[in-house]
């Protein structure tokens, strides 16, 4: 007996395990299926469904889109704004540059007709300096002629006097003594012809 109570005992210990397990675990309906596709919450389910989608529906229609929507709206706005500014910078750079161009023509126009009339004015004074030049040149020169021409003049009145002397000297010398007209007379005569 003693045998059997001990196999007697086990067996109370492993039905009370049992007793006690399904005491804890719950009542899964008896059948052990997974609880959201037990049909016997179907019902409840499907309500809890239709009241969790209408909260989110009116959360998202309500208070998310319209803030998502008014985000999107002021991004756009600073988009096109940013475009609208990028645009008018764009066409002031571009009146910039055309200024700019404007400018440095103009600029490069002046610096052309400043080196036109500097050149004009340095040929001008050279111009004048080199008549002054030559106008001096020609006085000196006319000077110089008419000097010359005085010199010459000079010399040739004195040639008939300078030759008299000279044929007067040769003949003293060759002859001896002779009148100094009668050899002024023969000089003028062969030098007149």
Request: glycine fraction near 4%.
């Given at each position: ?24 675990g719950g009542d899964h309906g008896g059948t052990g299926v997974f609880p959201p596709f037990d049909p016997a919450t179907f019902g409840s389910q ?34 096109e704004g940013d475009l609208a500014e990028a645009e008018r910078l764009r066409q002031k750079t571009d009146q910039a540059i ?96």
């Open positions: 007996m003693a045998g059997t109570t001990t196999t007697s005992q086990d067996t109370d210990a492993a039905t009370d395990t049992h007793a006690s397990t399904e005491a804890h499907l309500l809890w469904l239709a009241l969790s989608f209408a909260a989110l529906y009116l959360l998202m229609s309500k208070i998310a889109l319209p803030r998502i929507g008014e985000i999107l709206e002021v991004r756009r706005d600073r988009i055309e200024a700019y161009e404007a400018d440095l023509a103009l600029a490069k126009k002046k610096a052309h007709t400043i080196a036109e009339e500097t050149r004009e004015s340095i040929r001008k004074d050279l111009d004048a300096k080199r008549n002054d030049v030559e106008t001096d040149l020609a006085k000196k020169m006319a000077t110089a002629e008419s000097r010359i021409q005085t010199t010459k003049t000079e010399a040739l009145g004195h040639v008939d006097e300078i030759a008299s002397d000279t044929a007067h000297a040769l003949v003293t010398n060759i002859l001896g003594r002779t009148a100094q007209k009668a050899t002024k007379d023969a000089v003028a005569k062969v030098v007149k012809g």
